[in-house]
């Protein structure tokens, strides 16, 4: 999966709320929009980035000029209807169609509205045969907000006229903060907020109370819809600039949806946006829009349709692109952005045992007070196989050390964890607590095309012998499998005795699933869903036993409701198993209780590609299979070539003692604590980690509450006043650190989606 991450800071100490930001990069904007001769808007975006030669000049472009031209390019009903077709076989495997169709009562109510996806497929049919559509981009923005509004982060599809043209962003990052952790927080411009810490600014930062003429927490609430998780809180979260998600890169949501990081990339922003400010002054910013692709010789809209939408005009269904030059161009690498922070991230203490490129991390909090508290954070379980090993070992090496320094309270920091190797969680919670056996009930949905894959693969796999000495490829191949019954076993921990057994299905409120299934962490294959890793307590590891390495009242897990797939499996370990409390921050500008998981908390992901693989192998497997729906189904490429990035929740999660049969997905559960970001926490972290160890075992703990849920305030209501104070980092590595997200990037990751759960920024 492809991520582009869109974000940019104008400047650090030309604050927006008192004095404009340098208008030197608006002043260039405006002066190239200005060049050449052609009125027609992709020409215009043409001579913007090349002038007069074949050079890339510049990739961003005002966002008004790159929406113009957009939605010039004509639509292609042919294509819209193969598409249509060809995505819905991989659209039936998402296990939860029928419940968000009809989803429990307090899920509506505080969560999200129901969603019925086939009807909305169907809509969007009828629509492209009534002749509807505007143009391209009119389609495609319909097609990705249908998908979207499951809020699933591992549920995508996102069309080529959505995020392969261009992507959108603003200069001028945000965050929302209490001043005293007890007053209803404001938002305010971070670079403000930044000043305000460091005291390098002479004047008092001022509120934002209203975003285009609409009261700020009402707007920025609505656009937090358009991100991927479900809870509304962690969604409005999201939209700011957060420590937790800038030290993860690309991979990420950088500083933020507003700003066009994570989900925020693919919703235009407006030419222009409009900050105004309880103290009467206003700053209007240009919007811009960055090209993924070139549009050398472009001249129009129909040049575009013709260079990058003509899939599907032969009777095959398949590319019939033109032959005009189709290369995107070159992301850019990551290795600015690394250099630029450098092997520390900013805003956070020099780790006591570091991870692999910050995605685990073993802290101590060097304040008085806090001597017997330790931190693991982790934004992250791993999705590339080159720090599944260095992942572990990290977590193996910082647990001990912190017991023999008289460490007896733990810190679990989740913040910005949108998952990774499903059994890497696994295999924290067993190093954690090595006695307890972790649950992790799961189904597919009862499907025909997973009933032929799985007869296929089973049949294969029983030829011999399950070892990892398999020598016959054909058969290691089908045992490295979900759809091999060998590979996992019963709720009670048996072995299933054929596929017919595990696949069911049963029928559940409403829909059939597979027979409820959980992993098999003794399989002798292990090693290959966890990216190599033995896990904890089983297998190699089977020796390691014992009471928890900490006592369950002496964890406490933080999150920014950001926590997603990995993650929330790893959470519900924790909290249903152990008993060990939360701890949420953040949320929108009230006191009500909110959750401390906020993403998708389905068990397994799988794109598009990995169910096509699956389908056609099994047709290999089984040559019969050939006159199937497997081969109707699963042999089009249109799917692929018509979006950057596509995938189902695969398993739902099922929690152990519930016989609802409703998915974890669905179940709303408040945090144990919630508690509001303060000025500091957005430079400093161990302000963030002290408040969560004073609220869990302290006497000076701030939890939120008496908020009565679903009371809205005014942004004019709530006018913080900041109080400038000196924080414990270097204010260079704080200054370094948002310069280096002045600048975009692309990141690949390796996840494999067999044993991988991870959400989509």
């Known amino acids: 999966m492809k991520k582009f991450i869109l974000f940019a800071l104008a400047g650090l100490t030309s604050l927006v709320s008192t004095s404009p930001i340098s208008p030197s990069r608006t002043t260039v904007l405006e002066a190239r929009q200005g060049n050449g001769t052609s009125s027609a808007p992709c020409a215009q975006v043409s001579q913007y980035m090349y002038g007069d030669g074949t050079t890339v000049v510049l990739t961003e472009i005002p966002a008004g000029l790159a929406w113009n031209c957009l939605n010039t390019v004509p639509f292609n009903a042919t294509s819209a209807k193969r598409l249509i077709a060809s995505i819905r076989p991989y659209i039936n495997w998402q296990s939860t169609l029928t419940q968000l169709k009809n989803p429990p009562a307090e899920y509506v109510e505080k969560v999200q509205p129901a969603v019925d996806i086939i009807g909305g497929l169907d809509s969007i049919d009828s629509r492209i045969d009534a002749g509807s559509f505007k143009n391209e981009y009119d389609f495609g923005w319909a097609l990705y907000t249908l998908i979207q509004s499951a809020h699933d982060g591992h549920f995508t599809y996102i069309p080529d006229s959505v995020s392969q043209i261009f992507q959108w962003g603003r200069r001028v990052p945000l965050v929302s903060v209490s001043s005293d952790g007890e007053q209803v927080p404001s938002v305010f411009v971070f670079a403000d907020v930044l000043g ?8 008092t930062p001022s509120p934002v109370v209203e975003i285009d003429g609409m009261d700020a927490f009402e707007w920025l609430e609505n656009w937090s819809g358009y991100g991927s998780l479900q809870d509304r809180d962690a969604l409005y979260n999201n939209v700011f600039y957060e420590l937790a998600q800038v030290s993860l890169g690309g991979s990420g949501s950088g500083t933020g949806t507003f700003t066009g990081g994570g989900r925020g990339r693919y919703v235009y922003p407006g030419d222009a946006t409009t900050l105004t400010f ?28 013709r260079k990058w939408f003509s899939w599907g005009n032969s009777q095959t269904g398949e590319a019939s692109v033109q032959s005009v030059n189709t290369e ?25 045992v570091p991870g692999p490129a910050n995605l685990i991390n073993g802290f101590f909090i060097d304040a008085p007070g806090y001597d017997d508290v330790a931190v693991l954070q982790i934004p992250n379980f791993v999705g590339s196989t080159q720090y599944e090993i260095s992942f572990q070992r990290a977590s193996q090496e910082f647990i001990p050390k912190a017991l023999a320094a008289g460490k007896t309270k733990l810190i679990i920091d989740l913040q910005a964890n949108g998952g990774g190797t499903i059994l890497q969680g696994y295999d924290l919670f067993k190093q954690l607590f090595p006695d307890e056996d972790p649950y992790g009930a799961n189904r597919f949905r009862g499907i025909e095309a997973i009933d032929l894959i799985g007869k296929a693969y089973s049949a294969t796999a029983s030829l011999g012998a399950r070892s990892r000495d398999q020598l016959n490829n054909t058969i290691a191949n089908a045992q490295t499998s979900y759809f091999d019954y060998h590979t996992d076993m019963t709720v009670g921990a048996k072995p299933f005795s054929s596929w ?18 959980r992993w098999n962490l003794s399989d002798v294959y292990v090693e290959y869903f966890s990216g190599g890793i033995n896990i904890t307590g089983y297998g190699p590891l089977a020796n390691v036993t014992g009471p928890p390495k900490f006592k369950p009242e002496n964890i406490v897990i933080v999150t920014d409701g950001y926590c997603a797939s990995t993650c929330t499996i790893f959470a519900e370990f924790l909290t249903q198993q152990a008993g060990v409390k939360t701890i949420a921050m953040g949320g929108r500008s009230n006191k009500d209780s909110i959750q401390a998981i906020g993403g998708v908390k389905g068990v397994n992901n799988y794109a598009f590609g990995y169910i096509q693989s699956s389908a056609q192998t099994a047709i290999r497997f089984d040559k019969s299979l050939n006159s199937s729906i497997l081969r109707r189904d699963y042999y089009s490429d249109l799917p692929f070539l018509r979006a950057s990035t596509y995938g189902v929740n695969n398993r739902d999660g099922l929690r152990r003692g519930d016989d609802s049969g409703i998915a974890l997905q669905f179940i709303y559960e408040e945090a144990n604590c919630r508690l509001f970001y303060t000025p500091e926490m957005t430079v400093d972290i161990t302000a963030l980690w002290k408040a969560a160890a004073d609220a869990q075992w302290g006497n000076s703990g701030k939890c939120v509450s008496d908020g009565g849920y679903g009371k809205k305030r005014s942004a004019h209501e709530v006018t913080t006043a900041l109080k400038p104070r000196r924080v414990q980092i270097a204010q260079a590595a704080a200054v370094q650190q948002v310069q280096a997200f002045e600048k975009s990037f692309t990141l690949e990751t390796q996840c494999q989606m067999r044993g991988d759960g991870f959400m989509e920024p």
């Open 328 to 352: 995107q161009l070159s992301p850019i690498s990551t290795a600015a952005l690394e250099e630029a922070i450098g092997a520390a991230t900013p805003g956070y203490p020099t780790p006591v």
């Open 500 to 517: 017919s057994e595990k696949f069911g299905p049963q029928e559940v409120n409403g829909d059939k699933y597979t027979t409820s299934s």
């Open 278 to 305: 309880a103290n009467g002054s206003s700053y209007t910013m240009q919007n811009y829009a960055r090209a993924v692709i070139n549009f050398r010789n472009i001249t129009s809209g129909e040049d575009l349709a």
């Open 196 to 203: 305000s810490q460091f005291k390098n600014i002479s004047y």
